[in-house]
């Protein structure tokens, strides 16, 4: 993965992860917010449902006060006052008395609780009522709840009782509400709200008992719970009923039990909040939440995409103006497009790499300037052996032709032949110099590297043995993997050779010289390791440094030519070596299969094979 | 100046005493208004899908009128049959007819269309025309034929091919709109003379407040009301006209007694009753506790039938009996009073531990009934009764009133009725221009003598 594409994926995530935490909160904060408000909005319902309930219950007081005070009940209390009433005269009373106060349940009851008229049961005159059972009822200010009995059933009604005095004897007049759907339907609700009342008439729930402004509720168990849990604690409960899947159906209901003048529960007024409002600006939210979210992390990763782009175009620029210059092309340069840290980073790599520049021009005209000034030392110390002998033998001649001119010939003639030798080692030594300046490129062909190396070892192993280094032993490990590659087999067993001469030299008091081969990652490697004096860690440094030696007859140009070939082949060598424990040279060198002119060159196995062994190379040893 | 004075007293004197007696006499003239609240769509008295009623009784009796009538002690007395005559087998009665009557299409009333107009309704009877008689032949003895004859059923009508009828009452159809409105003219040949009234309007199907309030405004001059209003109206100082107490109001059960710890049952609820309170709240005083089905100024003997409460007798008979279920108790919805009678004995039925349900649904276990009386004569009355309540037919051996007793004792062990109350059949109000407006003890009317004054 790019590093564009982890910062994308970094940044991408970041912004989507903070996005989506931003909008979960948000969308939380809000559902708390409006949960809060609808838990509001409810109790401010409930509230307003009992001010309501409170002002119904004021009206009945008001208008029951009115029937007390009207003449008919005057007439009637003074009646009782003077004794036993007629009951047929008072008969419709009631019933009249209700109509005009608009009242459902009106009953004069005279002090010792007999009904002497009834608007809701007519029939009932005469009996008691229920209410003095235990003696007249305490007069209460408020309205308050009241069990009626009718004639097909029970009822619940919201009642006032006021009592009328014109004699001994007192009139008790008792009106009332009936609590039934149509005492709801008159209730003043906001929209959205709607009252459900449970007549308390027997011990659990019964559905027939649930009665809304409409009538009987559907689904009334699933307001059971809330009930049966009033008819146990006898207080408050709020509960949220899911009328179907939609959750726009939901609504809280407020129970608030209804109790009567001895605390008994007569019934629950259940008040419904309707959570449609709320569940639609939820999800509007939620909705507008997720659209931003989506939005936002959408509109993040583009902007991490733009930005990743921009930030890591000059990084990418920078690595690679840092590939080229590992490539060593120190003349790149990176453009600067900004003054951040990485505009100051593009112009500090412009500036390391101008300065490597500099540098390595300075280092190229140090090293030209000291390898002329090395080339020139070496010349003038090579010439300078040769010249000395010559100056000598022809100061000697010149002083034989003057002090003995009789043995003039005799010197000329050996003077010329020193004079001869020496020209001849001038040659030499420019031979040299004219040689290593006109290295050849290689001529790549098939080549079995064991067998070029097994000839050089043969070669050696002749000389070794006609030699006074005959404690010097020479040693193959060969791994015949490392067989074919493509090479040019003279300048190879050139090299070779070089490094074998510099075993030798470096065991003059005899060791092993260890050739081996091995074949690994589909290259070839070759080391000549020696038992010898070893090297010194400034020496291994300078070691394939031309004209550079550590001999007192090299030229210093034998490793410059061993590492040019492994070069040209686009191979490596390099040593290890420390002072005591000998010294391996280690050539590792590709296939160079690719590098065959012709096809029959690569694929034939019969080509033909250089040989090497016979074949004499002089190699000075460097 | 003592001698000049005299025969101005005197002149004064005749004016006011004739003023006097010009307020108290009978006028002929003008339309009488009456609201009533049945709504009959046929006028045929043969019509037997029609109601019977008294008020329909009393509309029928403005257009026919029967050979024989009842008086209001029981007797019969001539109508258009001025006399009759019976065999001595109470088989065959020969009603001699009355000359010079006419229909109110001015054909006269003959013979053989009395007979043409009984078959119609009679077929169990052989009618024939003998000259200026009528002979029915019965297949057995009916020694109360004449009370038969006398009802409104066996009003004597002249139907024409056209649908047309015709009757020979007092007044005749003006216009007719079935079930809202009849108006009727005075018949001027009329043969028990000519009513006062030159006509009548009769506004059909009004509630009894649209009655009252028509009372009120002046816009009706004859109403229903009903027996318990009847009190209220006397106080108000109004004019009410009150039948007898022709009116059985009573407990009918749905099925006889299966056992005799449901008759027992029966009885103790009929002991639990406190006919008394209602008698005296629900119906305003009106009426007469029942004991039995008959009046007892019809039998004569109801008194020996108890209808006083007796709730220690109740719930010994209620403590005797190991169980009882809970009954229902019907009343018909559009009967305001019936259901505050239901509802009452219900009460008074939970004094005695007995458990009533009252209802305005049918199918009820007992029904608070109601049941006029549409004759004076009590035999006919008893069978009419029954019929009207679904009781068996009682069974008379003879026309006495011991046999009479012992139908009706028949019918009250059968404990399949509980009689309640008898009350006034019909109470009606009158403005204070209407004169002369009395009923009979059966609840008839006699418009035919009804006249407009003025108003005191």
Redesign the interface.
Known sequence: MTFRRKLLAVVALTVSISVATIAWVVSDVARRAFDRAGEERTAALVAQFQREFHRRGEDVVRRVEAIAASDDTTRMALAVGRGSPD??AY?NLAKSLGESQQLDFVELVDGQGTIISSAQ???????KENSFAGGPPALAKDAFLKREEL??GVALGLCALRVLSLGDKPLYVIGGRKLDRDFLATLDLPAGMRAVLYENLGPGFSPQLLIDASGNISQPDKLAPIVQQVQQSGNEASVTVHWSSNPRDDEIFQAIPLQGGNSQLLGILLVGSSRRDYVEVNQRIRSAALLIGGAGILLSILLSAWAATRVIRPVENLAAAAKEVGAGNLRVEVPVNSADELGQLAEAFNQMTRELLEQKERLVQTERVAAWRELARRLAHELKNPLFPLQLTVENLIRAHRQSPEQFDDVLQESSSTLLAEIANLKKIISRFSEFSAMPQPHFQRVQINEVVAGTERLFQAQLRSSEKTNITCQLDLDPRADFMAADPELLHRAITNLVLNAIDAMPQGGTLTIRTREEKNRVHVEISDTGTGLQPEECERLFTPYYTNKQQGTGLGLAIVQSIVTDHGGSINVRSAPGRGTTFHIELPRNLDKLTTPGQQDSRHVKESTVAAKSTSTDRG | MRRSGWPLLVVISVVLAHAASAATRPQYGGTLRVATHIAPVSLDPADTSQSDSIARRNLLSLLYDTLVVMDNAGRIQPALASSWQVESTNQRWQFFLRKDVEFQDSSPLRADAIAASLRSNNPGWTIYPTGNSVVIECRTPEPNLPAELALSRNAIAKRTPMGTIFGTGPFQVAEWQPGKKLTLTAQEGYWGGRPFVDSIVIELGKSSRDQMIALDLGKADVVEVGPEAARRFAMQSRNVASSAPAELIALVFTRSAESADQARLREALALSIDRATIRNVLFQGQGDIAGGILPEWMSGYEFVFPGDRDLQRALQIRGDLRQASAWSVGYDPADPLARLVAERISLNARDAGLMLQPTGSPNADMRVARAALPTTDPRLALESVATGLGLTQPASSGNSAEDLFKAESVLLQTKQTIPLLHVPSAVYATSPVVKSFVLDRDGAWHVSDVWLGTAP
């Open positions: 009951y047929g008969f049961w007519p029939a009932k005159f005469g009996y004639p097909d």
